[in-house]
């Protein structure tokens, strides 16, 4: 692994900025809840049909590098005791906190994508039942650095149940080798027949947070399916999405979206 390349990957992201990363990401015209063609509802879709199935479920669940988003814990919350959010940046870990304590009136609005999940969920749960069900189970918010052999030190106790993780390995990672090693170092967390659910960004090179500019090792759906089966897991499911032109907007240059479910040999 590059450690030239990780600590400038690491430089980079203190100029990360929440606010700027989720209206780029998070808002129309991405976020457009009106059908699946549209990135958003299409991720909040794999991990609906993953949950649904029932075989994802347990004490703990850890979400690897967290960010600003609650959006990938929602169809979680209903299998797990007790969620673990991480990222390496203070600065997303308060914008978590502040979520779950309620405190700023500013905060970003998740009620659309609560109230989407639920609908699609179809258990006729109203929204604001699943919004405080996950931040109860939103106890603990960790530092986290993936490039480390034991990604968060001695802060957890035993190894999760499963793992969640967003747009995380590849944008933080400075190459392949440094993307299949962080995988490694994170499947340290997760116990043996774990699942692990990823979404992720595919042959994509870079991507904006209002004034950072954060670089993104490029991977190929292949390389996402061989960097798992390295590191011993079994692929449960694989599903591929396309960005559509009218979605490319100038905050990034990524072609498409993987999800991946993954179980982790005993
Ligand atoms: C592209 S954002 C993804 C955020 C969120 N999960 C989502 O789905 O939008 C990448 C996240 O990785 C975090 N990060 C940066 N360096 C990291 C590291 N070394 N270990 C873990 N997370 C890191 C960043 O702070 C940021 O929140």
């Known amino acids: 692994m590059s450690t030239t390349g990780v600590s400038a990957v690491a430089q980079s992201y203190q100029m990360f900025n929440p606010r700027a990363y989720l209206q780029n990401n998070y808002m129309p015209p991405r976020a457009n809840f009106a059908s699946e063609d549209f990135v958003v509802p299409w991720k909040l879709r794999c991990l609906a049909d993953a949950f649904a199935t029932g075989e994802v479920c347990g004490h703990t669940l850890i979400d690897i590098g967290t ?5 990938q814990l929602l169809s979680a919350c209903d299998f797990f005791e007790e969620i673990v959010a991480t ?31 639920c609908r699609i969920e179809g258990k006729g749960e ?18 986290i650095d993936v ?31 440094s993307f299949d090693q962080a995988l490694q170092n994170v499947t340290t967390l ?13 042959e ?13 090792v490029p991977v190929s759906e292949r390389d996402v399916q061989e960097a798992f089966a390295k590191s011993g897991y079994c692929i449960r499911n694989f599903r ?27």
């Open 240 to 266: 591929s999405y396309t960005m559509p032109p009218s979605l490319k907007i100038g905050v990034d240059d990524v072609q498409g979206v993987f999800f991946i479910h993954a179980q982790k040999s005993t």
């Open 190 to 202: 997760l116990k043996p027949g774990g699942h692990f659910l990823m979404i992720g960004a595919l």
């Open 67 to 71: 960010g600003p988003t609650i959006y």
């Open 87 to 117: 990222d390496y940046l203070e600065v997303n870990r308060d914008v978590i906190h502040s979520w779950v304590r309620g405190e700023d009136p500013c905060a970003f609005d998740w009620s659309p994508y609560i109230q989407h999940v």
């Open 147 to 177: 490039h480390q052999h034991n990604p968060l030190g001695s802060l957890l106790s035993q190894p999760a149940d499963a793992l969640v993780s967003s747009f995380c390995l590849e944008a933080v990672s400075p190459d392949r080798q």
């Open 126 to 143: 109203p929204w604001k039942e699943k919004e405080q069900k996950l931040k109860k189970k939103l106890k603990k918010i960790f530092p």
């Open 204 to 216: 994509e090179s870079f991507y904006l947070a209002g004034e950072a500019k954060l670089q993104v």
